[in-house]
């Protein structure tokens, strides 16, 4: 290789499959596209697993998915690609933590890689084979790595604690319907 190193060409592979991964996984909440349930399909799931509102949620994140994806493919605007698709992620790792961490048992493997590669690339960046290079990083500034980051961060502890929120309380009311059954029988 004679302009680009052996770093460029792996961060463009990087990119290239992490992002394609992402961006498939938003199609199929945002389209039903490769075997998804739409807006309205996943809308449904995610407010069964305490994302609320449903429809929202399945937007937001379809939206941080894709588009996270998308541009991380593209190496554009990559700390705020990869911040969003790293948030997304920890949303559905925050699903499938109580499964454990293997995938085959609906762990949170599978979100925690791609979670943390899009993370990896928002700190480290695109390489030069990326249109943030061939745009001279305008949208790849160093302040906002921790910006995005941070922001994301925030963003997230506040969904997913909702969520947590929702869960602990709908398993409480689950728990006293069952004791209230019990005693009913038992009289």
């Not at 680009?4 to 394609?20: A, H, P, S, V």
């Not at 909440?29 to 929202?56: C, D, I, R």
């Not at 933590?97 to 700190?123: I, M, R, S």
Request: aromatic share 6%; proline share 3%.
């Amino acid at each position: 290789m004679t302009c680009y190193d052996r770093r460029d060409l792996g961060l463009l592979l990087l990119r290239l499959g992490t992002g394609g991964v992402l961006a498939a996984h938003g199609a199929q909440k945002l389209f039903g596209w490769f075997g998804g349930h739409g807006l309205e399909g996943t809308g449904q799931f995610m407010e069964s697993v305490g994302y609320s509102p449903g429809k929202a949620s399945a937007t937001a994140a379809g939206l941080a998915e894709a588009g996270g994806g998308v541009l991380l493919a593209l190496g554009l605007a990559t700390p705020g690609a990869g911040a969003a698709a790293a948030g997304a992620m920890a949303g559905a790792a925050a699903v499938h933590a109580p499964n454990g961490f293997f995938a085959q048992e609906g762990g949170y493997e599978h979100a925690a890689t791609l979670g943390l590669a899009a993370a990896g690339l928002a700190v480290t960046g695109p390489g030069r084979l990326s249109l943030d290079h061939a745009l001279g990083h305008v949208l790849d500034r160093g302040w906002m790595v921790p910006a995005a980051l941070a922001a994301t961060a925030a963003g997230t502890a506040l969904v997913v604690g909702a969520r947590t929120r929702r869960v602990r309380a709908k398993q409480a009311g689950e728990q006293a319907a069952l004791f209230e059954e019990e005693s009913v029988k038992e009289d």
